[in-house]
C-alpha cells in the first residue's frame, strides 16, 4: 500500500500532471515541489491515512521475465508501419546483389507493397529479394527488421485496387499498376541496434503480430520527457535498477506497451542500456502518462525514504558502447 493522503499537505511529484507554485497563478507543467517537512514535525510521530493504490508499483526483474518487452515480430510490425522507405534487395541480371532505395506501404497483415519504377529492368528473374527497414529512436537507437520474400506483381484486379487505395493513403498520390510489386514475407529478421544479434521471425508470427498501440505517441513521449524530465529519468535508474554503475547522465530511448528502455552514461564514458517495465501493461497514451506518473511518485518516495522498497529491482544491464572523450 502507498500513502496517498497525509496529515502534512505537500503534494507528491509528478510527471504530466501540471503543478501550481504558490507564487504562480499558472500551471507550470513540470514543477516539482519540494516536500521538507518542518522541523518542529519532524520530533513528532508522523501521522498518516492508508489507502489501497488503484495501480501500485510491482516491478519485475528483466532476468525472471521476458514478457516485459514486445516480441521480435511486434517490433517488426511496429517498424514497418511506423516508416515508409527501405532498401530493396535482390540479385541484378549479372548475378551481383544490387540494393535500391524504395517507399512502401504494408497491408494489414504487414505485407510489404513497393513500387520498383523503371529500375525493376535489371532485376534477374529470381523473385528472392529482402527489404530493409530502419528506425531512428530518440537519436540514440536504430531499430531495424529485414523482410526477406519472394517478389510478384499482383494480378488480381480486386486486390490491385486495394493495393492502391493503401498506397494512396499512405502517400496521397496514386500508383502506377506496372510498377506495383508484392513482397511475400517468408521471415524476418529483427535487431534492436546496430552491431547486435537479431530475432528471426517466421512468416506466421509476423502476420499475427500487431504494432505496438503506443507507436504513434511514443517519439512525443519521449521527447517530452528527456526534455523537461531528466531528473524522473535518473531517479527511475537509482531506484528501479540494482546496478553498481555510477550514472552521471541518462536518456529515455523508447516507449512500449510493457515499459521503456533507457540508456545509461557513466563518468567513464561508458554507455548502458537497461530496460525498465511498467507495473501493468497499457494500451494507449493516457495509460502510459498514468504509469510514468505512478512511478515517479514511487522513485521519489523511495528516494526520500518515505516509502519502502515493495519490489524487485531490475537487474538486466547491457554495455552497449564506450563514448569518446
Partial sequence: MLPHT??????????????LPISHSKPIFNYKPRFDPPKSLLLQPLRCSVSLAPEQTHLQSNAT???NKPSPAEISRTIMELSSVGTFSTTA??????????????????TPIVC??????????DKRSSLNVQLEQSGLRTTQCTIQGSLHRPDDEILLKKIKSLWAKRFGEKADNEFIHILDV???LQMDNFMEDGAWVSSSDYGLANADPLKDSAERLVHEINTNNMEDVL????????????????????????????HLYS?????????IPFPREVTDEKGAK????????????????????EFEKVKQLKKIASKVQ
Fill in 186 to 188: 517468408q521471415r524476418v
Fill in 93 to 110: 541480371q549479372d548475378n551481383w546483389p544490387l540494393a535500391v532505395g524504395v517507399r512502401f506501404a504494408v497491408d494489414p497483415e504487414g
Fill in 290 to 309: 498514468s504509469s510514468f506518473n505512478g512511478m515517479s511518485q514511487t522513485a521519489w518516495e523511495v528516494e526520500k525514504n518515505y516509502h519502502t522498497l
Fill in 6 to 19: 497525509q496529515s502534512m499537505t505537500s503534494p507528491l511529484p509528478s510527471i504530466f500532471s501540471p503543478k
Fill in 235 to 262: 531517479r527511475f535508474c537509482n531506484v528501479f535498477v540494482d546496478s553498481d554503475v555510477q550514472v552521471s547522465e541518462a536518456k529515455m530511448v523508447w516507449v512500449d506497451r510493457l515499459g521503456f528502455d533507457i
Fill in 267 to 275: 563518468p567513464q564514458n561508458d554507455v548502458f542500456e537497461v530496460r
Fill in 116 to 125: 520498383l519504377s523503371a529500375s525493376h529492368h535489371h532485376f534477374a528473374n
Fill in 65 to 67: 521475465t521476458k514478457s
